[in-house]
């Protein structure tokens, strides 16, 4: 399980809440659970199968858009986090699988809420960077405009269901996540191998900018839109965002590996197809700017310390 001992506790103290959190056994969401947890909050997990319950938790089912409104009574938040895996070879079942995971599952919940009586004001509803695009060199706060492509299409289509949630006025708040470092993250998972055989190295040439985060700013990010007054899209990113060839050279320093030869693209398309060239290449100089201006301070502010943090 991913430490975040180094998380600044949540902030309501005198306030225990209930929250729901979809999403809870992966990468992301356990991570938050155990943190809120260990704060003193109840934790509440939407689960899809019977076997998996334990007490408190509540059932729902994307695939039959079954979730029982009642469950979610007494409830002060939902935090949504659940989706397919993007990071997969992109066949078009996938892909229809990746859109509708999130397109559906953020609906089923946004009607949910709004047809409630005595259930959650807040709904924390999960988006990504994706929104943005491949953008080069420029510089991507919210105020930005969506991008071109199919992650951006799904981004999109994600934000744009919680409007039920939105239009019966509870206070939804997207956080758009970038690139996690974290032990058992994609990104780490990814490259891991690569790099301990001494062949790992820049993608291309290295200048497309990755928008990161570490797993312990994601969680205390997270737990800031909880008890912060902020809505819409919120860049969960670190404030200094880095091109690839950063990243490469933080990777191989923690892990006393040589960077010196560069992955080329087609070699990414032969591993991962489509999906690693468009993730891999990708350019998004991301900023986190209505994170900063609320107020929040960053555990990491560099790449390096976050990677060192993420291995260690």
């Given amino acids: 399980m991913p430490d975040v001992r180094g998380c600044a506790r949540v902030t309501m103290e005198d306030d225990r809440m209930k929250i729901a959190i979809t999403g809870a056994t992966g990468l992301i969401g356990s991570a938050l659970t155990d943190h809120l947890r260990g704060a003193g909050h109840t934790v509440a997990r939407l689960v899809r199968r019977e076997s ?11 695939d039959d858009q079954r979730l029982d409104p009642d469950d979610l009574v007494g409830t002060d938040a939902v935090v949504h986090l659940a989706g397919a895996p993007i990071g997969v070879r992109w066949t078009a079942e996938n892909q229809a699988e990746i859109m ?31 929104f943005y695009g491949s953008r080069g060199d420029e510089v991507l706060t919210e105020e930005s405009a969506r991008g071109e492509g199919f992650v951006a299409d799904v981004t999109v289509a994600w934000e744009e269901a919680a409007d039920p949630a939105r239009h019966a006025g509870l206070r939804v708040t997207h956080p758009r996540t970038g690139v996690v470092t974290a032990p058992d993250g994609p990104l780490i998972e990814k490259v891991e191998l690569p790099f301990k055989l001494g062949v790992g190295g820049r993608v291309g040439n290295g200048q497309q900018w990755v928008p990161w985060i570490s797993l312990v700013d994601e ?50 398309r032969l591993l991962y197809g489509e999906m690693g060239v468009d993730l891999a290449t990708t350019s998004q100089r991301v900023i986190p700017e209505v994170l900063l201006a609320s107020g929040f301070r960053f555990e990491h502010t560099d790449v390096e310390s976050a990677v060192v943090a993420a291995l260690a």
């Avoid at 334990?54 to 059932?59: F, H, M, S, Y």
């Avoid at 509708?100 to 959650?120: F, K």
């Avoid at 809505?231 to 670190?238: A, S």
């Fill in 52 to 62: 998996d319950l334990q007490p408190g938790d509540i059932l729902w089912s994307v």
């Fill in 100 to 130: 509708s995971s999130r397109r559906d599952g953020t609906r089923l919940l946004a009607e949910a809420l709004a047809g409630l009586d005595g259930g959650p004001e807040v709904f924390v509803s999960g988006s990504a960077v994706g």
């Fill in 219 to 268: 969680v205390r990010a997270l737990v800031h839109l909880l008890d912060h007054d902020l809505e819409g899209p919120v860049n969960l990113t670190g404030p200094d965002p880095v091109r690839n060839v950063r990243l490469t050279k933080a990777l191989g320093s923690a892990w006393k590996r040589p960077t010196i030869l560069p992955v080329p693209v087609f070699a990414i």
